[in-house]
């Protein structure tokens, strides 16, 4: 079973750019479907990115050209780059490990990001 403990959260001015990691262990990295979701207050869990085993990304429409999710095997570390925020994005983020085999996702504890002037 995979642990994912998130980092890089806090608070940034509208226009800034944080960087998001999750590291991963206890299991092998490729086994996993890799994403980041988010959670505003009042809202649902919503799905901003995710990248596959082989790299490829997806992102939902309102982050398109801003996030850029990547991931190092390595490091067993996934990434998420965001640039030009806006006060909209602000919400907890998490990180999820979606087990390819199985289909069972896995959860981080999440980091927050504000977004404020």
């Known amino acids: 079973q995979v642990q994912l403990v998130e980092s890089g959260g806090g608070v940034v001015q509208p226009g800034g750019s944080l960087r998001l990691s999750c590291a991963a262990s206890g299991s092998i990295f490729s086994f996993y479907k890799m994403g980041w979701s988010r959670q505003a207050p009042g809202k649902q869990r919503e799905l901003v990115a995710t990248i596959t085993s082989t790299s490829i990304t997806n992102y939902v429409d309102s982050v398109k050209g801003r996030f850029t999710i990547s991931r190092d095997y390595a490091e067993s570390t996934v990434y998420l780059q965001m640039n030009s925020l806006k006060p909209e994005d602000t919400a907890v983020y998490y990180c999820?490990?979606?087990?390819?085999?199985?289909?069972?996702?896995?959860w981080g504890q999440g980091t927050q990001v504000t977004v404020s002037s």
């Open positions: 999820n490990a979606n087990e390819i085999r199985s289909g069972i996702n896995y």
